[in-house]
Each structure stands twice: as structure tokens, then as C-alpha cells.
């Protein structure tokens, strides 16, 4: 682990590398016959930048697929995510709080929805979405307040992870 850099350790847990759904055989039959139509779409429509048919988009298709059905046949890793007095770590990497723009808490009780999002600076880096199953949000609020600024516009959680939720993708 990061070690000494993190400072002294105020809170931690352990989250998933990656979201595991639990599907049903006719999710898996719906996403054959999308497949199957787009594949067909690609094959027999034009590409708009070339008069070919679009094989690129087919080659995406696929290699979706491929990925979804192999992050299907494992079990997620757990990772360490620590909240330190110096920074953040998450797995074995550390970030020191100055690498984060804000922090937001995302709790719907009623969804079971509690997910802690931390902003990085900069366009190109991810925004970390960190699952909270059994943490309580009031005691990391107040751990994380005294080190970065809470975004209190974002009421909901992000649309990338309610389509992924909804979409079991």
C-alpha cells in the first residue's frame, strides 16, 4: 500500500474494481438481437464519411460484447479505499487532496443509492464514483469537508452510472 503517504488514516473500506450485475438470461438474449441488428445496420448501411459499409462500428460492437461477457465471467477484486489526514488512496495509488476539485455525497435510501463522487482537476481525468455500502455518508462528509469543497449542485448520480445501473452494463 501507499504507506506513510497517506498520512494517518481517518476512515477506510473496501470497494469493488467493478460494479457486478446480476442479470437474467433475457438480458443476455436482448443484447444478441441488438447486437445481431447493429451488426446488420453496419453491413448494409453506408459509412457517412465513406461510401463502404462500416466495418469500424461492427469491429466496436464486438469487441463491447467481448468485454461485457468477460467482466461477466469473473468476480470483481476488492480494493482498498482510504481516507487519510495527507490524501486519498484507492487500491495501491495515492492522491493527495490537491488533485481533487470537490467531493460530492450522493444518499437515496430509498434507491439504495449511496455513492461518494470526488472530482479530479483537469477535463481528461475520471471522475471517481465510490460505492458506500456500509459507511455511514454524514461520518465521510465530515471527514472529507475539512479537506476539499463539497459540490452541493449534484443532487443525483452522474447519467453514466444510472444508464450503466438501469442497463446492467
Not at 437474467?24 to 457517412?48: G, M, R, S
Not at 455500502?133 to 471527514?143: A, Q
Request: with cysteine.
Amino acid at each position: 500500500m501507499a504507506g506513510a503517504n497517506y498520512g494517518q488514516e481517518l476512515a477506510s473500506w473496501q470497494i469493488p474494481e467493478f460494479i457486478k450485475h446480476d442479470r437474467e438470461k433475457i438480458w443476455y438474449v436482448l443484447l444478441i438481437i441488438i447486437d445481431a441488428v447493429l451488426l446488420f445496420l453496419c453491413f448494409k448501411t453506408p459509412n457517412f464519411m465513406f461510401s463502404s459499409t462500416n466495418f469500424l462500428f461492427a469491429l466496436i460492437i464486438i469487441l463491447a460484447t467481448v468485454v461485457l461477457m468477460i467482466d461477466d465471467s469473473h468476480e470483481p477484486r476488492l480494493v482498498d479505499f482510504i481516507i487519510g489526514t495527507e490524501g486519498i488512496v484507492i487500491d495501491d495509488t495515492f492522491f493527495d487532496y490537491d488533485d481533487f476539485t470537490n467531493f460530492s455525497i450522493i444518499f437515496k435510501p430509498a434507491e439504495d443509492l449511496k455513492v461518494l463522487y470526488l472530482t479530479h482537476h483537469g477535463f481528461f481525468r475520471p471522475r471517481y464514483s465510490i460505492q458506500m455500502d456500509e459507511m455511514d455518508p454524514i461520518e465521510v462528509r465530515n471527514l472529507l469537508i475539512r479537506y476539499l469543497k463539497e459540490d452541493l449542485d449534484r443532487t443525483d448520480e452522474s447519467n453514466t452510472d444510472f444508464f450503466a445501473r438501469i442497463l446492467k452494463i
